[in-house]
């Protein structure tokens, strides 16, 4: 199990819950923070006015709500911001914000009765997803519309998901023996205000991020070694004199990765001989085009946006984002904006573009296998059978590039995106969950141009039947995706293949981490 609310929750915690089903544990110590801070809630609140305990929503703050309606008018928020559209988001990307809101709640500012976390822990455990939709949220007063059918399915209203089925809620409640929250003063406020979608879907975004560039960095050290190229361009010494992290990092890897190929090459011993220099034409090329020459350069920045990113991201998860702030501690309420989802919405656009550059390096990489003009190794479209009558992985590369080109018209940044709503009140917002989805896009679209990319890469390996000459990791790769992908000649559709490879990219920790 992993305990929520005590310690600040990692990325690896967070991953150990949304992808290796480890359950959600709340320590007696922290619901009792929990208590305490609902507790001052209702002493603090009596004869004084506070933003959404007895007043109206947003721009109708301005209204005094009755004594009698306080309760409902939380119900109410709830039930007219359920207002969702579009597609369902996947068990997986809830499961992920319902941790994240979670989380939030734990942190004992956000004043509500300990029902709601318990609530929120038992769904998480016993796998009972709500259907939240993807489009609603503006990313100011946070993930309103999506936290509000979360809110929906907590007060037992709504559909969710259980065992791959559509439910009515209360249909799962009666039979699972759940009973559905009672609000007792702003707890439908704090369940719809905060960052907790965006953040959620965010996680689960640099998550699969750092698994796209451990295989990113596979299948390139794969590219070169297979065309043979010089081992110089990702040599310490070259790479220690520029001095970025990432770059480093990515150099080491892709050391690692190619420690023992008999395939690369080194430039002392092929071109730095006195032999060569009596040539006016070179054979060898002297050097490699770029997308195999600069792989930690294009990486580099990559792997230190993705650093950024998790640091943004688990600050956020490990976040007050409610407005007001209840601060039992210091004796007071304050309002302000921590619901604002700027951070996220920043970083989650920048992921984006990064990881949209590293699909547009394994679609050049891929370009190059497939060209034989630049290549001078391969057949055209690394085909296997007849020139002229076979295909090889012709149709294949027309995916690729055409997926590669969505991801640079996604690529366009949400975070400059606001446009006022709610009667001007939210004048400048993140659009973060919007941010959040784009690039959870994107990085479903870099994992099928690299499906595509090592398909070619197994192709390559057997039309050169060079796999006793392999590096141990990527024979490793080879031998374990022919399993999936058996070598092919004769034409047949690849549609079946190409997501059977993509999924188990997606699912599958590559042999380099991220944090190696």
Request: proline share 3%; net charge negative.
């Amino acid at each position: 199990m992993i305990s929520v609310g005590q310690n600040v929750l990692s990325l690896a915690d967070f991953s150990e819950l949304v992808f290796k089903g480890k359950s959600v544990n709340i320590p007696e110590n922290a619901l009792n923070k929990v208590d305490t801070n609902f507790k001052f809630l209702q002493q603090f609140s009596s004869n004084k006015l506070i933003y959404g305990i007895n007043t109206g929503f947003g721009p109708m703050a301005q209204y005094k709500v009755s004594e009698e309606n306080l309760l409902q008018l939380q119900y109410n928020l709830i039930r007219s911001h359920s207002s969702g559209n579009g597609e369902l988001l996947t068990p997986t990307l809830v499961k992920a914000l319902m941790i994240a809101r979670l989380n939030s709640m734990m942190q004992a500012y956000s004043g509500v009765h300990t029902d709601v976390v318990e609530l929120l822990r038992e769904l998480i455990n016993q796998n009972v997803t709500p259907c939240i939709y993807e489009h609603g949220g503006v990313g100011a007063s946070g993930d309103l519309v999506q936290l509000a059918h979360l809110g929906l399915v907590l007060i037992g209203e709504g559909e969710v998901l259980y065992e791959g089925a559509k439910y009515p809620t209360i249909e799962i409640y009666n039979k699972l023996n759940i009973k559905p929250l009672t609000i007792h003063v702003r707890e439908g406020l704090a369940i719809i205000n905060g960052t907790s979608a965006m953040t959620g879907i965010g996680m689960v975004n640099v998550i699969q991020a750092q698994k796209l560039l451990g295989w990113a960095a596979t299948l390139s050290a794969m590219t070169n070694e297979v065309v043979e190229a010089y081992d110089d361009h990702f040599s310490h010494e070259l790479n220690i004199v520029k001095h970025h992290k990432g770059q480093n990092k990515i150099a080491a890897m892709l050391r690692d990765i190619l420690q023992d190929s008999q395939m690369i090459r080194s430039r002392s011993e092929h071109l730095y001989q006195p032999d060569n220099i009596g040539h006016d034409v070179f054979e060898d090329k002297v050097q490699e085009y770029y997308s195999l020459r600069c792989v930690t350069q294009v990486l580099g920045p990559i792997y230190d946006t993705i650093v950024n990113a998790e640091t943004v991201l688990v600050n956020e998860l490990n976040s007050v984002n409610d407005n007001p702030v209840i601060d039992h501690i210091n004796q007071n309420v304050f309002h302000g904006g921590n619901f604002h989802g700027d951070y996220v919405s920043l970083e989650m656009d920048k992921l984006k573009i990064a990881i949209t550059k590293l699909s547009m390096l394994s679609e050049r990489q891929l370009n190059y296998l497939m060209n034989e003009k630049l290549n001078k190794k391969f057949p055209p479209f690394l085909n296997l059978g007849i020139l002229g009558l076979n295909f090889g992985m012709q149709g294949m590369q027309f995916t690729a590039t055409s997926t590669t080109a969505e991801n640079q018209t996604l690529s366009f940044p949400m975070y400059v995106h606001s446009i006022p709503n709610n009667n001007d009140n939210q004048d400048i917002v993140s659009m973060g969950c919007n941010a959040a989805l784009m690039t959870k896009r994107v990085i479903d679209n870099a994992f099928a141009v690299l499906a595509i990319q090592l398909m070619s890469l197994l192709q390559a390996v057997d039309y050169l039947k060079c796999q006793g000459k392999l590096a141990s990791h990527t024979l490793d790769v080879y031998t374990k995706m022919r399993e999936i992908f058996p070598v092919f000649i004769e034409d047949q559709p690849k549609y079946k293949d190409l997501e059977n490879v993509k999924q188990y990219l997606e699912v599958t920790d590559p042999s380099i981490s991220f944090n190696s």
